[in-house]
């Protein structure tokens, strides 16, 4: 038995990565190969980060620095990404410096499974963040967030999800770490720029903890990644991080307005960013409501 998980373990990763280079080998005839052979490559990537992350918290919190251990994996994920996938999330050079402030609660927009390499790419140091209670028990992926301070919800139970953000309150302000949400609390898998409606945990985080919201948002990449039309290309998508909101002096009468404010700013700047590249003639660009550069 030992030998047989030994054989497993050595040689399923190296018949994995075979299969995606015969893709994608393969796709240069067959086209729709791409999508399979960019998204096989993407759960390598993510396996492999993963198990690096695992290894970088166990490591880190030896020696105090556990905090910065979702920063360290997140830049993993960044580079191994744009070597095997071609695709590349990029930060505008205006508001770049939003994402220095600690503690705050940062809330992006949520498109794809591919909005992990946004995180890869503007993920602070000191900044933790949300998911579904669920999440932890994946092999890997789950071992690393639960070793990095991830704060996972219950979406079930409101009393424990409540538990969850009063003690990630407790942690921004005494150590002053940041907080990751996506405020739609799901993928969109929109092919136009859009938003769903905000659920209000992100805010009341933000109100209990009294820190500023920073809001930011990726293109809309559905010419990049399109799950429904089994579309994966290479590409950049910009990302653009907006002006802080603060949040000081309000109460929990406040969170609904806070939260409407957030979204139409996200918004509007959502609509622009994507928006950035219609009716001009750019080489590589499909699409007029995808502000995605494809290879």
């Not at 047989?4 to 080998?25: D, K, R």
């Not at 559905?222 to 000081?248: C, I, M, W």
């Amino acid at each position: 038995m030992p030998s047989l998980l030994l054989i497993i373990f050595l040689y399923l990763p190296l018949s994995l990565v075979g299969l995606t280079i015969m893709l994608f080998i393969l796709s240069r005839q067959l086209s729709r190969l791409e999508f399979y052979a960019r998204l096989l490559a993407s759960y390598l990537s993510l396996i492999f980060c993963a198990s690096y992350g695992v290894l970088a918290s166990l490591v880190l919190r030896l020696v105090g620095k556990h905090r910065v251990s979702q920063w360290a994996t997140a830049r993993s994920f960044k580079w191994v990404m744009r070597l095997t996938t071609g695709v590349r999330f990029e930060i505008e050079d205006e508001g770049r410096a939003y994402l220095n402030e600690r503690p705050v609660v940062f809330v992006g927009n949520h498109q794809t499974e591919l909005d992990i390499l946004m995180l890869g790419t503007i993920f602070p140091p000191y900044c933790s963040v949300t998911a579904k209670s669920s999440l932890k028990h994946l092999p890997f992926l789950g071992w690393f967030m639960a070793l990095s301070g991830t704060v996972f919800i219950d979406r079930t139970n409101r009393s424990s999800a409540i538990t969850a953000f009063d003690s990630a309150a407790t942690e921004m302000l005494t150590h002053r770490q940041s907080v990751f949400i996506f405020p739609e609390g799901t993928r969109s898998y929109s092919a136009s720029p859009t938003l769903l409606p905000f659920k209000k945990g992100a805010f009341h985080l933000a109100v209990k903890a009294q820190v500023p919201v920073v809001p930011l948002v990726a293109a809309n990449y559905a010419n990049v990644l399109s799950v429904r039309e089994r579309r994966f290309q290479g590409g950049r998508v910009p990302v653009r991080v907006l002006e802080p909101v603060e949040t000081k002096g309000l109460g929990p009468a406040d969170v609904e307005a806070l939260m409407e404010d957030v979204r139409s700013r996200m918004l509007d700047a959502l609509m622009d960013v994507s928006n950035g590249t219609k009716g001009k003639d750019v080489k590589g660009v499909v699409g007029k409501t995808s502000g995605a550069e494809v290879r």
